[in-house]
Every structure is written in C-alpha cells, then in structure tokens.
C-alpha cells in the first residue's frame, strides 16, 4: 500500500479533490522523503565506501529473498 492510497484511504485526501490537496500531498510526500535521505545519510555517514557498499549488497540480498519468499509463483 502507498501512502497515497493509505491517505486516500483514511483521511480523504485523493488527486481529484483540486490543486490544494495536490499541493499538500506533495509538500507532505517531500518532507518525508526528506526524513528517509536523511536517515539514510546519517546511517552511512560514518562508514567506508566499502563498509557502505557491503551493507547495501546485503539489505538487496535480504529485500530479495523476503519478495522471494512472498511469490506464490516459486521461480
């Protein structure tokens, strides 16, 4: 689920509604894409390209593996 269709879904904000809602969302969807890069810097910030590139390689083996194991279709 997004978060649009989770705003949508609870708080009736939806891209039919004019340009103010639009707006809003968009301030709303950027500030928090904010906070992730920032979480993000702060995470790496104090590791070496190599340490950063070992942590990326395993968090895409693990996020691959979870979807993996959610396909019903079994590769």
């Known amino acids: 689920m997004f978060l649009s ?3 949508s879904a609870h708080y009736g904000y939806g891209y039919h509604q004019g340009w ?3 707006l809003g969302h968009t301030v709303a969807s950027a500030v928090i894409h ?3 890069y920032s979480f993000i810097f702060r995470l790496l910030h104090h590791l070496t390209l190599g ?3 070992l942590l990326v ?5 693990v996020m691959f593996i979870l979807a993996r194991a959610g396909d019903r279709r079994r590769w």
């Open 5 to 7: 269709d989770f705003l």
């Open 20 to 22: 103010t809602d639009w």
């Open 34 to 36: 904010a906070l992730i």
């Open 51 to 53: 340490q950063a590139g």
């Open 57 to 61: 390689l395993v968090v895409l083996v």
